[in-house]
């Protein structure tokens, strides 16, 4: 009986796993097809990070690719330059500003910590901000379990002031948070908010309404660092939070990671979106049909 059962469990995984080649394969065929497209990466772990954030539809996987190069093209400032030896992006990460913690939620996903009062308008540019995050997101991405699992995240707001809202500015945080939401291929999963200033609540909701309305419900406030102990246990937090391992040695650790990854992250900035190559009515007339198609090939696995 349990051979059995393992026996159908390897099947259904080499089912899977020949599915998934062939629907890579097919974006990969498309990625390079597309003049517009100037130096895309079509690795597995580029390529695959498209098709788990899209359910493994190849049509809205190629959708979100393009979303994505058009992004990290018309926002220079948030995802390009991921030099981690940049002086004041490195400041910012190595004082712990926003660090993934070494160990996952119930879930699976990973926790990505963050703590605002790490960031000082006087020293820092909002270049920096921006760049922090998605230097740490292209990183994490790059294990297919995060892209499977996604990202849980914990923002302590201790420190956070009218300062730090204004640094950014309300209409510059729309358009990033519009077109980023959905060019990231990232599946967030809860966002757990630390000790909100009461007198910034006002911040945090008009910040929450320029969300998605899934996002919002996945949205927790925390008034002390017991409540978000119900959450997670406390070992797994940083040694300021009940855990064992301080800040600074966890943000040490991520500057570590960032800098063996270095080369890597600056070859991003070689992939473009080129608009003057696009061509007109360049949607493909049967994608329709190739969304089904995907997606019935898939669920013959089962």
């Not at 992006?89 to 004082?95: E, H, I, K």
């Amino acid at each position: 009986m349990m051979e059995a059962m393992e026996a159908e469990h390897n099947l259904l995984e080499r089912k899977e796993k020949e599915a998934l080649e062939s629907l890579q394969e097919e974006l990969r065929e498309w990625t390079v097809s597309q003049p517009y497209f100037i130096n895309p990466r079509i690795d597995q772990s580029f390529l695959r990070r498209f098709l788990h954030y899209r359910n493994y539809s190849i049509h809205q996987a190629k959708e979100v690719l393009e979303r994505y190069l058009k992004v990290r093209t018309n926002f220079p400032h948030c995802y390009q330059g991921l030099d981690i030896e940049d002086p004041s992006l490195f400041d910012l990460l190595s004082n712990g500003f926003v660090f993934p913690l070494p160990e996952k939620d119930k879930d699976g996903s990973t926790i990505i910590f963050s703590i605002a009062g790490k960031l000082d308008p006087k020293r820092h540019s909002p270049r920096d901000l921006f760049r922090a995050f998605t230097i740490t997101f292209e990183t994490l991405l790059e294990d297919e379990e995060n892209q499977r699992k996604g990202f849980t995240y914990i923002f302590d707001q201790t420190d956070f002031s009218l300062g730090h809202f204004t640094f950014v500015g309300l209409k510059e945080t729309q358009r990033l948070l519009s077109a980023g939401e959905k060019a990231m291929p990232i599946h967030h999963k809860k966002i757990h908010w630390l000790n909100m200033p009461t007198y910034l609540l006002f911040i945090y909701e008009l910040f929450k309404s320029l969300l998605s309305k899934k996002i919002q419900k996945r949205m927790v406030v925390h008034w002390s660092v017991e409540s978000l102990q119900l959450h997670f246990p406390a070992t797994i937090l940083p040694k300021e939070y009940g855990g064992q391992t301080t800040v600074q040695e966890l943000a040490g650790c991520w500057v570590k990671k960032l800098r063996e990854r270095r080369e890597h992250l600056l070859l991003l900035d070689q992939m473009i979106y080129d608009e003057s190559k696009q061509l007109k009515n360049k949607r493909e007339s049967s994608y329709p049909i190739v969304n089904f198609l995907g997606r019935l090939t898939w669920a013959n696995i089962f």
